[in-house]
């Protein structure tokens, strides 16, 4: 057996356990020291946001934000049911109703032209996730918010250091939010941030952040004395993770360079696939630039991807497949969406593999996906041939299999 090729590996780019080794060094392990700074100073300036506060995670980053958009009970978010969890749940959390909507068969992002028929009376906001660091049609998203008076808040766990039209995803909408998760580009194993680009929402953010206290407000000397405020939680990641982070954002154009090194491999290898109809790979509209977060391939049918995920696997490959879509998930039912809600998202949903993709991916391994792939398709080829022939003995007809819109 070849050895393991995993679905994703966390890496080191640099310096990271030299700035851990600093932090301790320095004396101070809990928030908003010396590398948070430095990691929100470096978003702010490289991706020109305003203000950037760094987060335990996306998820606690997206749970500052329901807060913040003043989310009550009733009130009612649009956002994709293709996506994770945690995009729905911190808006869940406060009570909210969540609007699924469909996605684009393209991109696989929310489909913009169903944003104006899911609106209300009681919509507060809209959430587009930036699948594969791919960005959502902002210009649309943003004109239907402006004109209906909705915020914006960017998922955009998947898509930091990937642009829309040249300006950073998550710093396009009032609010955004991102992942550095060991699965995305940037890690610090767990960890987030927070991107705030309308001003009137930053105080409260970092009131918000330090468990509802003006606790950051008195460390800057505004106050003598800090107390509790507002709601909030414990959301400052400590030192030893920011460190951890800061020397991966110092090398972030190697990492994203190297990110699609491996991507457009893969276009390469797979492109003659598409070609012939087998499957699909990625595409992005010309006004994004990508990350090269994930490669995934879509295959015909859901029983061909049933197929080449499990052969893979027995390649010892680590293939995986996502997302339940939301609304079909335990949660979703229960919120009275039903299955044939969303026929894209649950189509595609169905037929999509993500291929292992992350820093230190050879390139031979690459090749050993790709050869895996191939001979999964050899072997389908042969088997379909010998049902067509069955068939064709029994009932005379065809089966209509390749050559048709994956
Ligand atoms: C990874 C991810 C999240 C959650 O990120 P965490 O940092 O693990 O909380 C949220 N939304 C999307 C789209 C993601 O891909």
Redesign the pocket.
């Known amino acids: 057996m070849k050895p393991k090729i995993p679905f994703n590996k966390p890496f080191i780019v640099g310096k990271e356990l030299y700035y851990i080794s600093r932090a301790v060094l320095e004396g101070n392990l809990a928030g908003d020291g010396n590398f948070t700074k430095l990691c929100s100073g470096w978003m702010e300036r490289h991706f020109e946001a305003k203000k950037v506060l760094l987060t335990t995670?996306?998820?606690?980053?997206?749970e500052i934000c329901a807060i913040l958009a003043d989310i009550q009970p009733g009130d009612e978010v649009i956002m994709p049911s293709y996506?994770?969890?945690?995009?729905a749940n911190a808006f869940a959390l406060r009570g909210a109703k969540i609007r699924f909507i469909d996605i684009r068969p393209d991109t696989l992002n929310m489909d913009e032209n169903l944003i104006e028929a899911a609106i209300t009376g009681k919509t507060k906001a809209i959430v587009p996730?930036?699948?594969a660091g791919v960005a959502c049609e902002m210009d649309k998203i943003l004109q239907i918010a402006k004109e209906q008076d909705l915020l914006v808040i960017e998922?955009a766990?998947?898509g930091v250091n990937a642009t829309y039209k040249g300006r950073h995803l998550g710093t396009i909408g009032h609010l955004g939010?991102?992942?550095?998760?060991e699965?995305?580009n940037f890690i610090s194993g767990?960890?987030?941030a927070l991107v705030i680009n309308d001003e009137r929402f930053i105080e409260r953010a970092e009131i918000i952040r330090e468990k509802g206290t003006n606790r950051s407000k008195f460390f800057r000397g505004e106050l003598d004395k800090y107390t509790w405020v507002d709601i909030g939680s414990s959301y400052l990641p400590s030192e030893i993770i920011a460190a951890f982070l800061y020397a991966q954002l110092e090398e972030a154009e190697v990492i994203t360079r190297k990110r699609w090194a491996i991507f457009n491999y893969y276009v390469k290898q797979f492109t003659p696939f598409q070609e012939h109809g087998l499957l699909r790979i990625p595409s992005w509209p010309m006004a994004c630039r990508h990350n090269a977060h994930m490669f995934y391939i879509i295959l015909p049918d859901g029983i061909t991807r049933d197929n080449l995920l499990s052969y893979l696997n027995q390649q010892n490959i680590n293939a995986v497949f996502h997302y339940v879509p939301l609304h079909s998930s335990t949660m979703g039912l229960q919120m009275g969406y039903k299955k044939g809600d969303f026929p894209v998202t649950e189509d595609l949903s169905a037929r999509l593999i993500r291929i292992p993709c992350y820093f230190e991916l050879k390139m031979e391994d690459q090749d050993r996906v790709f050869e895996a792939v191939t001979s999964f398709f050899a072997n389908q080829r042969k088997f379909k041939k010998s049902a067509r022939l069955n068939r064709t003995k029994k009932s005379g007809k065809n089966l209509e299999y390749y050559g048709r819109q994956i």
Do not use: I, N, W
């Open positions: 995670s996306c998820t606690s980053a997206l996506t994770f969890v945690s995009t996730v930036h699948y998922d766990a998947q939010a991102y992942s550095f998760h699965t995305k767990e960890g987030g």
